[in-house]
């Protein structure tokens, strides 16, 4: 089968923590999606404490904090405007000894974050059962990146095999074959944060990606696959 439909899983906005790229905005991340025939994008913003941090809002209340954490999202969504579909997603990292563990979450609903505030203080066992009670799925981002520590697979659903940011070594060909050893899914994505990274890596599916709901079934399908440039 040839999958044909190209879609980034991980973008970041100027809202991210680790965004140092005044041109890191709706409008041009946008354009580049159109210059690369994107079909669809995942907007994945930092979720951490340091992203409060940054901003000076650590002392906000979760409401607000949350109501900051979408502004990425909801402006790329509305300077869409339908032409093509952006999801909610998340880039998460918790508060507690996993270190600089991310990890990529897709399906995440606006209510569920705003109905939970402790998420932060969750850890890779916790946060995969509330995944999984709720429909989500929960993806290690670049686990052999520098700085990382690799997660029990039992609370993973899949792993970040290539990952497009020129600015890291995230060992990609490593990452493939541990998730090959445990049978997880697999995730491809440009980690988008400077105008240059856009178009590198992705998916391909076979039908259109218009929704979360969507998007859970085909990767739980393993209907798709994994582009590596």
Request: with cysteine; glycine share 6%; aromatic share 10%.
């Amino acid at each position: 089968m040839r999958y044909v439909i190209d879609n980034d899983m991980h973008i970041h906005t100027n809202l991210s923590r680790c965004s140092n790229d005044p041109n890191q905005n709706a409008k041009t991340i946008l354009e580049h999606a159109k210059k690369y025939r994107l079909k669809t994008i995942v907007v994945t913003d930092h979720l951490s404490p340091s992203t409060f941090m940054k901003y000076s809002r650590e002392l906000l209340p979760w409401k607000k904090k949350i109501d900051f954490f979408l502004r990425g999202y909801n402006e790329a969504k509305k300077t869409a405007n339908g032409r093509i579909p952006v999801l909610l997603g998340m880039e998460l990292r918790f508060r507690t000894s996993e270190g600089d563990n991310d990890y990529l979450v897709y399906g995440i609903n606006e209510d569920l974050l705003y109905n939970t505030p402790k998420i932060l203080n969750m850890n890779s066992r916790t946060f995969y059962d509330l995944a999984h009670k709720n429909g989500f799925l929960v993806f290690q981002a670049h686990p052999f990146r520098v700085g990382m520590k690799v997660t029990n697979p039992k609370y993973l659903d899949g792993v970040e095999i290539f990952n497009g940011n020129p600015r890291h070594n995230s060992s990609n060909d490593i990452a493939e074959m541990w998730a090959k050893k445990y049978d997880l899914m697999v995730t491809s994505g440009s980690d988008y944060h400077e105008i240059e990274d856009l178009g590198s890596g992705g998916i391909w599916f076979n039908k259109e990606i218009t929704d979360n709901k969507t998007l859970v079934e085909e990767l739980s399908k393993r209907n798709y696959e994994i582009k590596k440039v």
